[in-house]
Nanobody, 125 residues
Framework: QVQLVESGGGLVQAGGSLRLSCAAS????????MAWFRQAPGKEREFVVA????????VYADSVKGQFTISRDNAKNTVTLQMDSLDPEDTAVYYC??????????????????WGKGTLVTVSS
């Protein structure tokens, strides 16, 4: 069993930056595909970015390319999402996610094996 705990959300002005972190329990972290999803008010949960077990492969949603950066530290069982140039449209609950399968071209919500509880990011205009 893997437990995921997000941190780092909060309120930020448009154009600002935030760094989200996800801490994972369990011994299999370094075999997991890790990802971030987000869910804005009134909208469905959507894929944001994913990273392969070794950090060598990343997939970004078109909406965040060049704006967000994912990284992982297998020694610390953590994955980080650096978010820059934030816009009010980035306001959402951000969820850390893990998949036991290798990362392919994308990651669907139905592929996710483990979810965190989410952390709220609010971007004010």
């Amino acid at each position: 069993q893997v437990q995921l705990v997000e941190s780092g959300g909060g309120l930020v002005q448009a154009g600002g930056s935030l760094r989200l972190s996800c801490a994972a329990s369990g011994r299999i972290f370094n075999t997991l595909t890790m990802a971030w999803f987000r869910q804005a008010p009134g909208k469905e949960r959507e894929f944001v970015v994913a990273i392969s077990w070794d950090g060598g492969h990343t997939v970004y949603a078109d909406s965040v390319k060049g704006q967000f950066t994912i990284s992982r530290d297998n020694a610390k069982n953590t994955v980080t999402l650096q978010m820059d140039s934030l816009d009010p449209e980035d306001t959402a609950v951000y969820y850390c996610a893990a998949d036991r399968r290798p990362l392919g071209a994308t990651l669907l919500t139905s592929d996710v094996d483990y979810w965190g509880k989410g952390t709220l990011v609010t971007v004010s205009s």
